[in-house]
């Protein structure tokens, strides 16, 4: 009954590859993320949806493609892997517009780039 | 505009001794105010949030954390430090003039000595 489940836990792979992170939701919520934490543990956001629209695009490398084919499910895709791409990525959800609703995280999925 | 500021990035203490984080918070608007906590190779977990109903907010594992809005602050506090609360905690505002879109501070690493 996990309520934000990322797949797959670990990838390591290797420099030019194109790699994919599912996610998906059971809670019900209306909104996913996608967060980069790097080795010093800052937390970026990198995408938004929103009911399947995306609403929050910040400044990523557009080797970066998220897709929700429903808003139980974000996923994110990437292309032409490199080395700086290697951190933990989060996916998240929470209720839009919904006052004090807190996001709910995933795991987390470890990317090494080799 | 929006903006979390966790004024220490790390803070040490003995194990049995009082812990205090610190954030301070910009928001335009009456925030909704959370604590989260992320050990080791671990998703982030909701530790408590500020829902405006009261300005002390009692949360998981004995952690609370008052709202004063004259200091536009949010501390988190714990009477007595275990040696499992050694994690990272982030302090995150969300507002709701922005969509409810979430800010996250940038991390402090507890480090509890036996």
């Known amino acids: 009954d996990t309520a934000v489940s990322q797949t797959p836990k670990y990838l390591v792979t290797q420099m030019g590859n194109d790699k994919s992170i599912k996610c998906e939701q059971n809670?019900?919520?209306?909104?996913m993320y996608w967060y980069k934490q790097d080795s010093k543990k800052f937390l970026k956001i990198m995408f938004s949806y929103n009911n399947k629209e995306l609403i929050i695009n910040e400044t990523v490398p557009n080797r970066f493609s998220p897709k929700s084919p429903d808003k139980a499910h974000l996923n994110l895709h990437i292309n032409s892997l490199e080395l700086g791409d290697s951190a933990v990525y989060f996916c998240a959800s929470s209720q839009r517009g919904t006052r004090n609703q807190p996001q709910h995280f995933g795991d987390g999925t470890r990317l090494s780039i080799l | 505009a929006q903006s979390v500021t966790q004024l220490d990035s790390h803070v040490s203490v003995s194990e049995g001794t009082p812990v205090l984080l610190r954030c301070n918070y910009s928001s335009s608007y009456s925030p909704s105010l959370f604590w989260y906590v992320q050990h080791p190779n671990k998703g982030l977990q909701l530790l408590l949030k500020y829902t405006s109903a009261a300005t002390l907010v009692k949360g998981i594992n004995g952690f609370e954390a008052e709202f004063k809005k004259s200091e536009t602050s949010f501390h988190l506090t714990k009477p007595s430090a275990h040696m499992s609360d050694a994690a990272e905690y982030f302090c995150v505002v969300s507002d709701p003039e922005t969509g409810n879109q979430f800010y996250f501070g940038t991390g402090t690493s507890l480090t509890v000595i036996p």
């Open positions: 809670l019900g919520h209306d909104t």
